[in-house]
Nanobody
Framework: QVQLVESGGGLVQAGGSLRLACAASGTFTYHAMGWFRQAPGKRREFVAAITWNLDNLVYADSVEDRFTISRDNAKNTWYLEMNALKPADTATYYC??????????????????WGRGTQVTVSS
């Protein structure tokens, strides 16, 4: 089965930027790739998603205009560019693959394969 591996997390000051990457271990057919995050003591929440044909990019309200999701097919890698970071963005960030279409890409149940996460810490 395909594995997803996140990278690019770290410690950054408020207002700074990070770019997360999600690399797939092999080629596979998918409907969409998503990014979620989970802060300590909180539920995992949706951040952004992109469909395979780029016809649908979806963002959580809290990150729209600051985060950008993209992909590099040649590298089998998806990215989450995060700008104007806030302490509230501190969390473990996970990428996930939805293998088939779902009514919405904003829920965990839409996704079939998950990475192990990368930590993002934003200091004030």
């Amino acid at each position: 089965q395909v594995q997803l591996v996140e990278s690019g997390g770290g410690l950054v000051q408020a207002g700074g930027s990070l770019r997360l990457a999600c690399a797939a271990s092999g080629t596979f057919t998918y409907h969409a790739m998503g990014w979620f995050r989970q802060a300590p003591g909180k539920r995992r929440e949706f951040v952004a998603a992109i469909t395979w044909n780029l016809d649908n990019l979806v963002y959580a309200d809290s990150v729209e205009d600051r985060f950008t999701i993209s992909r590099d097919n040649a590298k089998n890698t998806w990215y989450l560019e995060m700008n104007a970071l806030k302490p509230a963005d501190t969390a473990t960030y996970y990428c996930a693959a939805a293998l088939t279409p779902a009514p919405t890409l904003k829920i965990l149940a839409a996704y079939d394969i998950w990475g192990r996460g990368t930590q993002v810490t934003v200091s004030s």
